[in-house]
Antibody, heavy 121, light 111 residues
Framework: QVTLEESGPVLVKPTETLTLTCTISGFSPNFARMGVTWIRQPPGKALEWLAHIFSNDEKSYNTSLKTRLSISKDTSKRQVVLSLTNVDPVDTATYYC?????????????WGQGTMVTVSA | QSLLTQPPSMSAAPGQNITISCSGSRSNIGINHVSWYQQLPKTAPKLLIFDNNKRPSGIPDRFSGSKSGPSATLGITGLQSGDEAAYYCATWDSSLSVGPVFGGGTKLTVL
């Protein structure tokens, strides 16, 4: 059973860079072959896909946020890191990481519990 | 404004059967598989349906999915109080977004 856990700051100031970490644990012999996605949800609003990192380290980004996003992974630590630059209050949201069953089908089968991030001065 | 349109809310009594619609276009649902998620209050979303109509292990067969052209439907039979949640459809969009997109969500109330 794979588990994912997000961690990062609770509060970030406008224009700063938000860095979030997704730590993957549990039985997962093929971590190196896992695809991991980041998704966010502003309070009371819908889900928004942000970025995905493939097993071969290839990356895919939400086109509207592409210039501000960066995703990477550290296989030895079993972590996937998401960075979002120049944050604004509209970036206030719960951020989730999820294991990807199929990116083309938007199928994410295991999710972390999410981490709430507030952007405010 | 989401590329996938869902009714914002629905309500039904326990035991009833319901369907939740998700309307897209030829560039998303029309050519790609659809997934459905259930989000109970204050919890992370859970995958209910993938590849239009497949259920992950542990999801009861009260939940079903179907797709026709640019639209998809989630069906729930024998509604239970524990089904009160928000439901989201999702798929890949090949035009504007070029990536996974989610519907706006449907808040289901079990009366």
């Amino acid at each position: 059973q794979v588990t994912l856990e997000e961690s990062g700051p609770v509060l970030v100031k406008p224009t700063e860079t938000l860095t979030l970490t997704c730590t993957i644990s549990g039985f997962s012999p093929n971590f190196a072959r896992m695809g991991v996605t980041w998704i966010r949800q502003p309070p009371g609003k819908a889900l928004e896909w942000l970025a995905h990192i493939f097993s071969n380290d290839e990356k895919s980004y939400n086109t509207s946020l592409k210039t501000r996003l960066s995703i990477s992974k550290d296989t030895s630590k079993r972590q996937v890191v998401l960075s979002l630059t120049n944050v604004d209050p509209v970036d206030t949201a719960t951020y989730y990481c999820a294991q990807t069953l199929s990116l083309n089908a938007a199928a994410f089968d295991t999710w972390g519990q999410g981490t709430m991030v507030t952007v405010s001065a | 404004q989401s590329l996938l349109t869902q009714p914002p809310s629905m309500s039904a009594a326990p035991g009833q059967n319901i369907t939740i619609s998700c309307s897209g276009s030829r560039s998303n649902i029309g050519i790609n598989h659809v997934s459905w998620y259930q989000q109970l209050p204050k919890t992370a979303p859970k995958l209910l349906i993938f590849d239009n109509n497949k259920r992950p292990s542990g999801i009861p067969d009260r939940f079903s999915g179907s797709k026709s052209g640019p639209s998809a439907t989630l069906g729930i039979t024998g509604l239970q109080s524990g089904d009160e949640a928000a439901y989201y459809c999702a798929t890949w969009d090949s035009s504007l977004s070029v990536g996974p997109v989610f519907g706006g969500g449907t808040k289901l109330t079990v009366l």
